[in-house]
């Protein structure tokens, strides 16, 4: 795949950072869902997770490291260059769901065969919620599923924004 370029400005949903791909760098990528891409923003190196936005494009968290390292904030136009990864990186596993995994000797055998582009579907539908009673239905509902077989997370459309500080009913928020 070759280098993707464009510029793009850093804009504010809540109280996040967010940089949100023009849709013609979107279309340049291999998925509508989540994409891993390697790659630099005004000229200094990064790795992040482009998060689906709803509505086929994409867009990043930009964190104090990065918006610092950019010498940007928000209202800021950056120049970008990205290529996605070859191999995805081991997604964060949340703690609550790591401790859950650790009492649980089949599950968490699954959960370790299983590809990373699942365990991100899985970690991303488990923080797909603002409702604590809700992730841990949710928890309880991977664990079931990984004891039963269940590989993938079942009717997970990954092309949706499921961040709920950034989306609303699986579209990104217009910032």
């Not at 991100?120 to 797909?128: K, L, P, T």
């Not at 997970?156 to 950034?166: A, G, I, L, Q």
Request: proline fraction near 6%.
């Amino acid at each position: 795949m070759t280098l993707v370029r464009f510029v793009a400005k850093i804009s504010k949903i809540g109280i996040w950072t967010i940089l949100s791909l023009p849709k013609s760098a979107s279309a340049k990528l291999p998925s509508r869902g989540l994409v891993i891409v390697d790659g630099t923003i005004n000229g200094k190196s990064f790795q992040a997770p482009l998060e689906p936005d709803g509505r086929k494009g994409h867009w990043m968290k930009m964190d104090k490291t990065m918006l610092k390292s950019a010498n940007a904030d928000v209202g800021s136009n950056l120049i970008l260059e990205i290529e996605p990864v070859k191999e995805l990186p081991e997604p964060k596993i949340p703690s609550d769901l790591m401790n859950s995994l650790k009492k649980d000797k089949e599950a968490i055998k699954l959960w370790k065969d299983i590809t990373p582009l699942a365990r991100w579907d899985w970690i991303r539908w488990i923080n797909g919620t603002k409702n604590p009673q809700t992730r841990k239905i949710r928890i309880d509902k991977t664990l079931s599923k990984l004891n039963s077989g269940k590989r993938n997370a079942c009717c997970f459309n990954r092309s949706e924004c499921t961040d709920p500080d950034v989306s609303h009913r699986g579209m990104l928020i217009e910032a």
